[in-house]
């Protein structure tokens, strides 16, 4: 994608200034997104982006810049003009790329780009379909359907040369009911990183079906109470609440500054002894792995908390230098113009020893969150809240009425302390996590588990 004589030039220009370490970071991206209203497109977009980031650190200082000018003349100018800051002696330094990095391999099968535009419509139209014939009440289907081909080159002065294809595609299905006036949506993302060929890997229209009937339920329940109780998450993207109530705390864009209610706490016993934690952007074809992180390190299993006990975090380039540590393979960026910091990727509660229908069976009285909607965490504190698309009041060790409204405040600390059942049926949901280096896909997950006490938010 470069040639490698004008990647030197970068380093030798960036180590001219005193820096003593280079990074670049191209990207080529192939983007489709469809979005459909009432089984009619809404809006058609497919774009390519394409540019280079490079990257210099001194010390534990760092600057950045981005161009899409890919001239050699312009290469150099940036990474001169980066560099001013730093002040030194030329670095006498031969690079050779010698480093190998394998990417974990995330095969595909139909690249996108070579797929009718018709047909991807189709498979949009399928979702409408069902989800409109589910139920009367179900008065209108939004289906958005997207695609991926982002093409990366990472090159750096310790000998990393690597090249990684990541292929993606994803559906967004809401679903909105109206019952008595009242309105509510359901929602689901399936997605992966692979070709179209997920969409033959999974039941369209069954997905449809399931946001329809979330939507449907929620227009015809009653709102929840609030108060202090036990509440079971149940699996998949359930795990969205351990991703922000704790998950970036352990990243060392905050533990390294001192900014995290995690830092400075290796080997502490932090969870219940139930809870293992786990971040892995190596899953094969999971919508948050990659087959390098963004700074050319191959993705890899980081267990974060073991039988409650932190054993590590999440940690990119720079804050490997400041925390004296190594990094993770968890540098992650949007794009070029962003520097990559610790970020996420597939960050799940791995599985416990209990079933679902027992730890249902155990809990007398409580809240079944199924579906969480959306959150927010501050990292400095722990403190949370989270809003429920789905929800129900557990009775006398059963699930009973659906509920509407439901909220979930806390602290990630005492959530982690306070979970004492962990099921054994983990799965991982796809989203999205918005921070410092842009948007990134993040898959979150969990088997079905129980607080023992949170507190809810409701209607009195």
């Not at 390519?48 to 210099?56: C, K, L, P, Q």
């Not at 000018?69 to 006498?92: M, P, Q």
């Not at 059963?398 to 799965?427: C, E, H, R, Y």
């Amino acid at each position: 994608m470069l040639n490698k004589s004008i990647i030197q030039d970068i380093f030798f220009e960036a180590l001219s200034s005193g820096g003593d370490f280079c990074e670049v970071f191209m990207e080529d991206n192939f983007s489709t997104e469809i979005a459909t209203l009432g089984g009619n497109i809404e809006r058609g977009m497919s774009g390519r982006d394409f540019g280079i980031g490079i990257r210099v650190f001194k010390g534990l200082s760092s600057v950045y810049g981005y161009t899409n000018d890919l001239s050699h003349e312009n290469l150099i100018n940036i990474t001169r003009r980066i560099t001013k800051a730093f002040k030194g002696n030329k670095n006498d330094i031969v690079f050779n790329f010698d480093k190998n990095v394998s990417p974990v391999n995330h095969p595909y099968v139909n690249l996108p780009s070579t797929v009718d535009l018709s047909k991807k419509v189709e498979f949009a139209k399928r979702a409408y379909r069902a989800g409109m014939d589910y139920d009367e009440k179900i008065v209108q289907m939004t289906v958005n359907y997207l695609d991926q081909e982002q093409n990366v080159l990472i090159a750096n002065t310790e000998g990393v040369y690597v090249e990684d294809k990541r292929v993606r595609t994803r559906m967004l299905i809401i679903a909105a009911a109206e019952h008595n006036g009242q309105i509510e949506t359901g929602y689901i993302g399936p997605g992966a990183l692979m070709g179209t060929e997920f969409y033959e890997k999974i039941d369209i229209e069954d997905y449809a079906r399931e946001a329809a009937r979330n939507a449907k339920t929620m227009a015809m329940a009653d709102y929840c109470p609030a108060g202090n109780m036990p509440v079971v998450v149940d699996n998949g993207f359930g795990g969205l609440m351990i991703h922000e109530a704790c998950g970036h705390s352990l990243e060392a864009s905050s533990v390294a500054k001192g900014l995290s209610v995690f830092s400075n706490r290796i080997g502490e016993k932090i969870a219940s002894d139930v809870v293992t934690l786990v971040d892995d952007g190596s899953i094969v074809n999971s919508w948050g792995s990659l087959g390098v992180d963004d700074e050319g390190m191959r993705t890899q299993k980081n267990v974060l908390i073991e039988n409650g006990i932190l054993k590590g975090y999440m940690i990119d380039k720079l804050n490997a230098r400041r925390m004296n540590m190594e990094p993770t393979a968890s540098g992650r960026r949007q794009n070029y113009r962003f520097a990559p910091t610790s970020r996420m990727s597939n960050t799940y509660i791995d599985n416990g020893t209990s079933t679902k229908e027992e730890i249902i069976g155990n809990t007398e009285k409580g809240l079944f969150a199924k579906y969480i909607s959306a959150g927010s965490v501050n990292p400095a504190t722990g403190d949370f809240n989270f809003s429920l698309s789905e929800a129900y009041l557990i009775e006398n060790g059963k699930i009973t009425k659906p509920v509407k409204g439901a909220t979930l405040i806390g602290n990630g600390t005492k959530f982690l302390q306070d979970i004492d059942m962990v099921g054994n049926n983990l799965s991982i949901g796809q989203g999205y996590c918005y921070a410092a280096s842009g948007a990134l896909f993040i898959g979150a997950g969990q088997p079905t588990l129980r607080v023992k006490n949170m507190t809810v938010g409701g209607r009195e």
